[in-house]
Each structure stands twice: as structure tokens, then as C-alpha cells.
């Protein structure tokens, strides 16, 4: 994808796990062939920056040889699986993304942000992160698989999730699912009856308790090349599990990490801004940062209309527009503003800051 600063090359880990040495060497060919920033994104996947048409080949040959995309793109287009990030090796959750990828010929060709949330654990940790196919527990502990934009789910099983889930993506394609684009704008009856509702959700607590290592926050899902590298070569760490929260779990890591989960940084979604973005008329995220602790609820700031770090709402967006900002409650970026025109100042004085 083609951004203000190069293109954007993604990478999504087969089981959203990279090794230590794998990531060492994901930062080497970053920062070789890109400008030196990755990004986190809320479908735990990394975004590789300031990519060229030059020199886009050379790093894809080096993530196919580190094993971190497939060499066939029809393959890797398909295998857009988002794993609650406590899996262990042996249970639910990872079997059944093995099965899937086992199957990857079996899929139809789907909508380009169509995801598939793989949630197999005790109760369901991703609920509130985009997916268009669930696969989660009931409050019974059965395994069922929902659609988004379904209340209710079906029954199945670890045995037969991966042909029910691919059968559903071919009912998905066969009516119309392409033109709908994403699951929950499918207007089309069901094929199957949707009989039981999910269990209540896992906090983010409960899921980090159970975690294999800690997790590291990353201040708007955005750290550079060396500070990744970093990550990968603390002692004791042999992997880093990617999330949609904009933190790594550094399994088997024991140190303390700079930005725990109730970080408020962590709660603000924020753009680059400019002069990062051309679209973009005011810098975004020293004002993000000075907001985080003064606002209670979701924060976003961005640069533009378009907000393209938080398409849902939030409880404060601050939208930018001809070098000043807009301010609306409850509302996405671009929405009609309660207040137009401030400046950095004055919304800083506004929140409570001296």
C-alpha cells in the first residue's frame, strides 16, 4: 500500500508469532530496505515503512526466506488469521489455524480486510477487535463459529472448525459477499441456524495473566527498527507474539516492560500526521501524548478527515483542518465538530493542562 512516506509492506507471522531471531533479522531487513519504522496494527500484524519500487523486491525475497510470508501471494492473501495471543502449542487455537492453513487451496478468494478471529480459548479475548468469521467458546465451553454481525453462533467442533469455517467463506462468496465486502453488511440469511451466544468476554488482564511472557506496550502501535531488534534480544526471550493492542508479548522475557497495559498512551490511537502524512495539516502525536492523561475514555487525533488510525468512534476526536484542529464527542474523525478552529494551546487548556 502506498503512504505519505513509501509504500507499507505487511507481514502477518504465520500464527502471529516471530521468533527472536526472526525478528532480529525482520529489523535488519526494515531498516535496510525501508525507513526504519514498523508498525503494529489492531489485526496483529506488522507494517514495514518508507518502502520503495526499488527495493520492495529485495525485501520480500528476505521475508519469504525467514519464513514470515508465503512465496505464493494467492496463499498469502488468504491466510488473514488473527489468534487469540495466549495459544499454546497444543490447544484449540493453534491446532485449528494449522488445520486452516493445511486447507489454504480449499478458501475462495475473499475481500481483501475480510479476518478470521481463531479465539479457542476459555472464553473469548478478541471480541472487540475487526473479524468477520469467529471462531469462540460458548459459556458451556462448546466451540462455536459466529459471523459478525450474528448475536448467536453455531455449534462445532476442534475436529471440523476448518471445513465448517471454509464452507461458511464459500456460502460468504456465492451470494454476494464480495460486492458486500465485509460480513456484517451481508444482508443474506444464514446457511445454517445461529442457535447459542459466545461467553462473556476475557478482560485484557485475564488474557495477559495467562500470557507467556509480558507485554510491552508500543505507544501508537509504532516503534523503530532498532527498538524491535531490542525487544527480540532481551534475555530469556525466544519469541514475540504480535496483538491488536499495540504491544508485543515477549515470551519468555521477565523484564519489566515501559509502557504496562493501563499506560494511557496506550488508549490514544493517533495518526503520524504531518508532516508524515501529506494528507495531514497539523502534527498529531506530541499532543496525543500530552492529552493521553487528561482525557478519561478513547482519544483520537488525526491529521485529516479520512481517520485512518480509529474508524470507529471515540469518546474525544480532534480532527485536523487547514493547520488547526476540530473537536467532536462521540464521534469518528470529520464527524460536525462541537468546536472548530483551535489550536494546540487552547485544546491543551481546555483538558486541564497549565
Given amino acids: 500500500m502506498l503512504a505519505g512516506d513509501g509504500l507499507l509492506v505487511r507481514v502477518r507471522p504465520p500464527l502471529g508469532r516471530l521468533t527472536a531471531m ?17 508498525d503494529l496494527t489492531n489485526r496483529a500484524a506488522l507494517q514495514i515503512r518508507g518502502v520503495t519500487e526499488q527495493s520492495y523486491p529485495a525485501l520480500l525475497e528476505r521475508l519469504i526466506a525467514l519464513g514470515l510470508t508465503d512465496p505464493d501471494p494467492v496463499h498469502e492473501a488468504r491466510r488473514n488469521f488473527l489468534l487469540t495471543p495466549d495459544w499454546e502449542p497444543s490447544d484449540d487455537t493453534a491446532r485449528i489455524a494449522q488445520d486452516l492453513l493445511a486447507r ?17 480459548g476459555p472464553a473469548p479475548s478478541l471480541t472487540h477487535v475487526p473479524a468477520d468469521f469467529r471462531l469462540e467458546r460458548s459459556e458451556s465451553g462448546a466451540l462455536l463459529l459466529r ?28 451470494t454476494g459477499g464480495a460486492d458486500s465486502g465485509r460480513m456484517a453488511r451481508h444482508k ?14 476475557r478482560s485484557l488482564q485475564q488474557l495477559l495473566a495467562q500470557a507467556p511472557g509480558p507485554f510491552h506496550g508500543i505507544p501508537f502501535g509504532q516503534l523503530s527498527t532498532d ?14 507474539r504480535l496483538t491488536p493492542w499495540r504491544g508485543l508479548i515477549l515470551e519468555g522475557g521477565t523484564a519489566t516492560p515501559a509502557h504496562a497495559p493501563t499506560d494511557p498512551l496506550l488508549r490514544v490511537d493517533a495518526c503520524p500526521g504531518a508532516p508524515a502524512c501529506p494528507q495531514a495539516s497539523v502534527p498529531t502525536r506530541d499532543l496525543a501524548a500530552r492529552l493521553a492523561p487528561l482525557v478519561d475514555g478513547s482519544l483520537h487525533i488525526s491529521g485529516c478527515a479520512k481517520g485512518c488510525a480509529r474508524p470507529s468512534p471515540a469518546d474525544i476526536v480532534l480532527t485536523g483542518r487547514q493547520g488547526r484542529f476540530d473537536l467532536a464527542r462521540k464521534a469518528r474523525a470529520g464527524s460536525p465538530p462541537d468546536r472548530t478552529d483551535l489550536t494546540h494551546s ?9
Fill in 22 to 38: 526472526q525478528a532480529i533479522a525482520l529489523s535488519d531487513a526494515a531498516r535496510r530496505h525501508g525507513n526504519g519504522q514498523i
Fill in 104 to 120: 489454504i487451496d480449499d478458501f475462495p478468494e475473499l475481500p481483501p480486510k475480510i479476518g478470521i478471529a481463531i479465539d479457542a
Fill in 147 to 174: 459471523a459478525e454481525g450474528c448475536r448467536l453462533g453455531t455449534p462445532t467442533s476442534p475436529e471440523t472448525a476448518a471445513q465448517d469455517l471454509v464452507a461458511l467463506a464459500r456460502w460468504f462468496i456465492e
Fill in 188 to 201: 443474506v440469511p444464514m446457511p445454517f441456524p445461529a442457535q447459542v451466544a459466545p461467553a462473556p468476554s
Fill in 227 to 240: 527498538s524491535l531488534a531490542a525487544l527480540a534480544g532481551q534475555q530469556g526471550v525466544i519469541a514475540l
Fill in 346 to 354: 487552547q485544546i491543551l487548556a481546555l483538558f486541564g493542562s497549565p
